[in-house]
């Protein structure tokens, strides 16, 4: 089964997924979160991606679909997977279409000013990934992660400067996939925190499992 998780930064895609997947048995792939270690891993890739990711531009999709290959061959995706941060373009949506038989496209909906408040607040475990908000789903103990203890950071990307920046290429560039797509996205209302995602994750169990 494949899932396409879409929405604009912030919008709950990550920690929804995290979720899902464990219902599901199915792998999440976050193209950000494989391009990070790209950057992490100093490799040629991820040298190139950073300076574009650091200013919350896209990454150059040649780059972007080596790095999602890569990942897609790996035998865990054998059943299927939901991708979170891919498509971002309608180049790369075709791209997509013309390699699988994409069976959900959720589309996460919510302001602009609860995006903001989410992407200033949340902060990350840089060792394994886990996703925080200071004000909506704090760390047990402040500045560290619950589930391994490393100190949280907040992405580069999450600064006011670059997050304008991801919000204007995300109307300029990613938002015009949703018209490509038409009728086959299915909208989900997450504008209300964590309550928000684990309501938006019983909705989308519930679509697929075709009780509602
Ligand atoms: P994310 O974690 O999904 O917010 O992605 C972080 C950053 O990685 C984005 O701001 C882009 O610079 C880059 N990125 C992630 N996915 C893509 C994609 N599908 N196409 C281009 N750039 C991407």
Known sequence: MIIVFFGPPGSGKGTIASIVKKELGIPHISTGDL???EV????DLGIKAKSYMDRGELVPDDLVLEVLKRRI???DCKNGFILDGYPRN???AKTLDRTFKIDYIFNFVLSEDEIIRRLSNRRICPKCGAIYNLISMPPKTPGICDQCG???????DDKPEAIRERL???KEQTEPVLEYYGD???NIST?????ASKRASKQILKIIRGEI
């Open 184 to 186: 086959r996205v299915i």
């Open 168 to 170: 204007k290429i995300y």
């Open 73 to 75: 061959e790996k035998p």
């Open 35 to 37: 391009l990070r270690e």
């Open 150 to 156: 490393t100190a949280l950071i907040q992405r580069e």
């Open 40 to 43: 992490k891993n100093k490799t």
């Open 191 to 195: 504008e209300n925190g964590f309550t």
């Open 90 to 92: 309608v180049e790369q």
